[in-house]
């Protein structure tokens, strides 16, 4: 197979990098071995040579589901072959990811995460099957979903304070709607329950998309929602935001309140996301898919339509930023679901 200028790039890195680590092994070698690379590195350096499956663990119309396929759309674009999402939904999002887990190394399965499916699920269930930094290789962190505390419009209490004060008056008697125990809607609305010592009444839907459902026809009062997964119930009226959870006002949301504005200055939330491979999965294909998704992000009007769209895009960094990331929001999450005392499931 011949062989090209960028494959040629890739071995003399990873040969010079593999010397300098391991100068007495990589001395006896020699130039048979070297040459036995270069089919193998031709053939990453062509990647994609097929479609691309992406995994989102997320119901369609949810926030993680609108940034994933803008991605895959750019993608797609980028590569000239198919990326095709599918929506694998159920048990916290560990279906999905126990899916990609399994499946081949080879560039070719894709998962779309997030913050509850790698940092959170480890502190939720006693037997995850799926370890988040053993059997997944972190590709590039896309972005935040920011959230928002949304509302009916029949709803008496049109801020977090009138909210807070009616919940202090009627302990319980406020329902708000997830998409289940611990999910990334749930668990807000335990840290404004904590934060703002009140009591309200859990009730889990299937998806966020039911649960928003639930607010618009009152079945439940409230819910923290990603914004980009209810922001046309918004613009239509159908549910009125009460605030936004992140750290500043959002640019699709001006007029709304954060959080910290409405009296808990420490309260931030949002839901990341980003793409992973199985386990194992070559550094050169990681490294690809990570070029081409900060690609994407650095485009002023991809961020825009991103933007527009209720999503925070991250800042382009390395798979290694990416996984020490992981890493820092498990120990984060580990506090939050303790502090909340949400227990574990077994």
């Not at 159920?90 to 779309?112: C, E, F, H, K, M």
């Not at 289940?180 to 809607?185: C, F, K, L, R, Y």
């Not at 490294?287 to 081409?292: E, G």
Request: charged share 15%; aromatic share 8%; proline share 8%.
């Amino acid at each position: 197979m011949a062989t090209n200028h960028a494959a040629l790039r890739a071995i003399h890195f990873h040969w010079t990098r593999l010397k300098a680590r391991f100068p007495k092994a990589v001395h006896g070698i020699g130039a048979i071995t070297f040459a036995a690379l270069l089919p193998c590195t031709a053939s990453l350096a062509g990647y994609p040579e097929k479609p691309v499956r992406v995994v989102v663990p997320f119901a369609a119309g949810a926030g993680a589901d609108i940034a994933s396929r803008f991605m895959a759309e750019k993608l797609s674009a980028m590569w000239g072959k198919g990326v095709v999402v599918e929506n694998q939904v159920g048990a916290n999002s560990i279906i999905g990811a126990q899916q990609v887990a399994r499946a081949p190394a080879d560039g070719y399965t894709l998962l779309v995460p997030n913050d509850t499916t790698l940092a959170a699920n480890p502190w939720l269930y006693a037997k995850l099957p799926y370890s988040p930094l053993k059997d997944f290789a972190p590709i590039a962190l896309i972005g935040e979903t920011p959230f928002v505390l949304v509302a009916s419009p029949r709803f008496p209490a049109h801020s977090v304070k009138e909210l807070v004060d009616m919940a202090r008056a009627n302990p319980g008697a406020i329902n708000f709607g997830s998409s289940g125990v611990a999910s990334a809607q749930h668990l807000p609305m335990e840290m404004l329950m904590h934060s703002a010592n009140i009591k309200l009444t859990h009730v889990p839907y299937k998806s966020a998309s039911d649960a928003a459902v639930g607010v618009v026809s009152d079945q439940v009062q409230v819910m923290f929602a990603g914004v980009s997964a209810v922001l046309p119930f918004l613009q239509s009226g159908r549910l009125v935001a009460l605030a936004v959870g992140s750290a500043e006002r959002l640019a699709v949301l001006p007029q709304v309140p954060t959080i910290a504005e409405s009296g808990f200055p420490d309260f931030r939330y949002g839901a990341w996301l980003g793409f992973v491979a199985p386990a194992g999965t070559p550094a050169a294909i990681v490294d690809k898919i990570n070029a081409d998704i900060d690609s994407v992000l650095r485009q002023p009007a991809a961020r825009e339509r991103l933007i527009a769209l209720g999503f925070l895009p991250a800042r382009p960094a390395a798979p290694e930023a990416f996984r020490k990331h992981i890493a820092d929001e498990t120990v984060r999450y580990g506090k939050l679901i303790q502090s909340a005392g949400i227990e574990q499931s077994r």
